[in-house]
C-alpha cells in the first residue's frame, strides 16, 4: 500500500477525541500542517495500546504553526502524527 501523502503535502489533523489512549496530542487535534518527510511504518500506537493487533502505517513529521496550536508564537511544532489520523489539506 502506497503512502498517502509526501513530503511538503498539507494535511489537517483528525479531531478525535477516543475514551483511550491517542497519539494525536489534544491541542493538536483539527489543526493544518505540512508533512515534512515519513518516519517510516509502525502499528498504530493507539490500538498496541488496547492491545489490538494491527498492520503497520505510515508515521509522518508534521509541521505545524504555533499560532494554529496554542493561538500565537512565531515558531513550528513539528510531531509525528500516524496516517490515520491525518486528512488531505485542501
Keep these: 500500500m502506497a503512502d498517502l501523502f509526501a513530503p511538503g503535502d498539507r494535511v489537517r489533523t483528525a479531531h478525535v477525541d477516543p475514551p483511550h489512549h491517542t497519539r494525536v496530542p489534544r491541542y493538536a487535534r483539527g489543526a493544518p500542517g505540512v508533512v515534512v518527510e515519513v518516519e517510516g511504518h509502525h502499528p498504530l500506537a493507539d490500538d498496541r495500546s488496547r492491545g489490538l493487533s494491527v498492520a503497520p502505517q505510515p ?11 496554542f493561538g500565537e508564537g ?3 511544532v513539528t510531531l509525528a502524527v500516524w496516517e490515520t489520523h491525518l486528512r488531505a489539506e485542501p
Design 74 to 76: 512565531d515558531h513550528s
Design 59 to 69: 508515521v509522518y513529521a508534521v509541521r505545524f504553526a504555533a499560532r494554529d496550536l
